[in-house]
Nanobody
Framework: QALLVESGGGVVQPGGSLRLSCAAS????????MSWYRQAPGKERELVAS????????NYADSVRGRFIISRDNAKKTVALQMNNVEDADTAVYYC?????????WGQGTQVSVSS
């Protein structure tokens, strides 16, 4: 059974940094496209960043490009999201997502709150 477990969420001040991590199990992690999505209160879930299976193609939402970095460790079956210079608008539940062909898996989400 495919499983994704996020960790690292919490409260961070504007301008601060936070690192989210996602541990994968139960599927072939090294062939999956891995992504981070987020959903703010009252808004639709949106793609934040994605990374292909070998880690050489990254895509970012315009709102986070230059501030967030997605990375993966295929040996450890983990994917991370380094969040730098966070803004109030980054407050949301962050979800880890895996995709192999048409099969997708979601994590349970981790809350990130930006507050002074």
């Amino acid at each position: 059974q495919a499983l994704l477990v996020e960790s690292g969420g919490g409260v961070v001040q504007p301008g601060g940094s936070l690192r989210l991590s996602c541990a994968a199990s139960g599927f072939m992690f090294n062939v999956a496209t891995m992504s981070w999505y987020r959903q703010a209160p009252g808004k639709e879930r949106e793609l934040v960043a994605s990374l292909n299976s070998v880690g050489n193609r990254k895509n970012y939402a315009d709102s986070v490009r230059g501030r967030f970095i997605i990375s993966r460790d295929n040996a450890k079956k983990t994917v991370a999201l380094q969040m730098n210079n966070v803004e109030d608008a980054d407050t949301a539940v962050y979800y880890c997502h895996a995709k192999i062909g048409t099969a997708t898996t979601w994590g349970q989400g981790t809350q990130v709150s930006v507050s002074s």
